[in-house]
């Protein structure tokens, strides 16, 4: 699954005729959409989309009190591949909602997200995952920590796993913005190897009119056998550069 973002739309300052003051205008709710491709679907760094391309596409809706809402779907091979003579779950569909505001110079973001993997069958423990989440900000650093509440992403007796992650947003100024990020992925009763940490720096450029491009160089320290599916003999935790194009409107 992709790391998701939540934007809130703010209207800008406005000029008070009467004073020549700026003066800032109240939070508005927004529906936007998005679509996009990428030449490797890698969520917490490892490639949901056999180091193929994948298609996504959402829709987030921001209410001005700070709730949010929205959907993402991304295509998928993992549970294809994980079990010989699966040939259902190609599409993985995410359902997320929750909270956002401000406490002093602290920004905190707190939901609940479940991923769905439509038609998911033969795995070991069903696929589809509900993880509640934290998250603040402060300046350029962001921490968050996720939590299963469920079994995790097919993994027998793994309710109680997390993730938690660190990133930065370093604006470079003329639409670039670079992104360092580390994460821990602890499954648990997983295997050894199971339980891993990524890293990646991601480099995006604002096109404008809503177009967007990322280039990201990740990597894993995943175990190479428990990553490693049994139908494709690819490791999917392998270090590689990802593009990607989105346009939002």
């Given at each position: 699954m992709k790391k998701l973002s939540f934007p809130i739309l703010l209207a800008g300052a406005s000029l008070l005729a009467s004073s020549g003051a700026m003066a800032q205008a109240a939070p508005q709710s927004s529906l936007s959409f998005n679509a996009g491709?990428?030449?490797?679907?890698?969520?917490?760094?490892?490639?949901?989309s056999r180091l193929k391309p994948a298609v996504q596409a959402g829709v987030d809706y921001a209410d001005k009190s700070g709730f949010y809402v929205g959907a993402w779907g991304s295509t998928i091979k993992w549970i294809k591949d994980t079990t010989p003579g699966v040939t259902d779950g190609s599409t993985e569909l995410d359902l997320y909602g929750g909270y956002k505001g401000t406490a002093g110079a602290v920004s905190y973001d707190v939901g609940v997200l479940r991923y769905q993997y439509l038609g998911n069958k033969g795995l070991p423990a069903n696929a589809n995952t509900t993880e509640v989440y934290g998250a603040v900000t402060v300046g350029l650093f962001t921490a968050k920590y996720s939590h299963s509440l469920t079994d995790t992403f097919g993994n027998v007796n793994s309710d109680g796993s997390y993730y938690?992650?660190?990133?930065?947003a370093i604006d470079l100024g003329n639409g670039f913005t670079l992104t360092p990020h580390v994460g821990r992925q602890s499954i648990k009763n997983a295997a050894a190897g199971g339980s891993y940490t990524d890293y990646s720096l991601t480099l995006a450029k604002d096109l404008g009119k809503g177009l967007s491009a990322t280039l990201m160089a990740v990597d894993t320290n995943a175990g190479k056998t428990f990553y490693t599916l049994g139908t494709t003999n690819k490791y999917l935790g392998k270090e590689a550069l990802v593009a990607g194009i989105k346009y939002a409107f």
């Open positions: 491709v990428v030449t490797d679907y890698r969520y917490r760094g490892i490639s949901q938690i992650d660190l990133s930065a």
